[in-house]
């Protein structure tokens, strides 16, 4: 089963290898995406997200699942001093960098709650696999029609962050200042809820960020410099 969604501003795809695939799990899949847009969109002036970050709902009144969300980002943010935080200067309330990851996570869980054992669920290059072994594409940051690496994942999570398609969009908190000291880097992880956080983390942290994120359990690196270099970790699942 193969089925293509647009949800929070990029294209989800699911494919689903078990044998008789059922439509409910990927309705719930997508409905549960929809609704985290609806509700955690920086961009939607009615988002819990939106009206929390103007002081509109107290701290006692958020769910249960922003709730969580913030404390995520204030983990990474003390983990980094700084540099990733999901509250910047002008930017307002922003946990973009940290819902993505979790809520494909938690629709991945909603997979597996099904019975579904071998899947790969792709969110704008962000994906989430299980029942491997699946083949994930690393984009060459100077070349869009190019690969730089190739990772065979079996179970868990790939995230990337970089500057090719969205430029500088990731600050250094520490600073305010876009960060640019690396192009792009790709973060294997046994969730994409770590995957995606850390990456983002680690591209703020700069270059240090390469041995930072390596530092954390269970989490392997690709990181491409500019000029070229790369940086990796020895455990970084490369196919053969």
């Known amino acids: 089963m193969r089925r293509v969604e647009h949800v929070m501003g990029f ?7 078990d044998p008789d695939v059922p439509d409910g799990p990927a309705d719930a899949v997508f409905a549960w995406l929809r609704d985290v847009d609806r509700r955690f969109s920086p961009f939607r002036e009615d988002s819990e997200v939106s009206r929390y970050g ?17 404390a995520l980002g204030e983990e990474f943010r003390r983990a980094t001093g700084g540099a990733f935080d999901v509250r910047l200067p002008g ?5 973009c960098a940290v819902v993505k990851g979790w809520s494909v ?17 792709n969110a704008g290059g962000d994906v989430a696999v299980s029942g491997g072994p699946w083949r994930v594409g690393v984009r060459h940051p100077a070349h ?5 690496a190739v990772l065979e994942v079996s179970d868990g999570g790939v995230a990337t962050s970089a ?25 294997v992880a046994p969730t994409l809820t770590e995957a995606d956080a850390v990456a983002t983390a680690a591209f703020a942290l700069g270059e240090e960020g390469v041995a930072w994120a390596a530092a954390r359990e269970g989490c392997e690196v690709f990181a491409v410099l500019p000029g070229g270099r790369v940086l990796r970790t020895p455990g ?3 196919a053969a």
Do not use: N
Not at 54 to 70: F, I, K, M, T
Not at 163 to 187: F, K, M, N, W
């Open 144 to 148: 869009a029609d190019r690969l730089c």
């Open 54 to 70: 103007r002081g509109e709902l107290p701290a006692a009144a958020l769910s249960a699942d922003l709730a969580e969300v913030l």
């Open 11 to 17: 294209p989800v795809s699911l494919r689903v290898d």
């Open 236 to 238: 970084v699942p490369v």
């Open 163 to 187: 500057r090719y398609e969205r430029g500088d969009h990731i600050l250094d908190g520490r600073t305010g200042r876009p960060a640019t000291g690396l192009e792009s880097l790709t973060v």
């Open 105 to 121: 996570q938690r629709a991945a869980g909603l997979l597996t709650g099904a019975g579904l054992r071998r899947f790969c669920l």
């Open 91 to 95: 930017r307002g309330l922003d946990p």
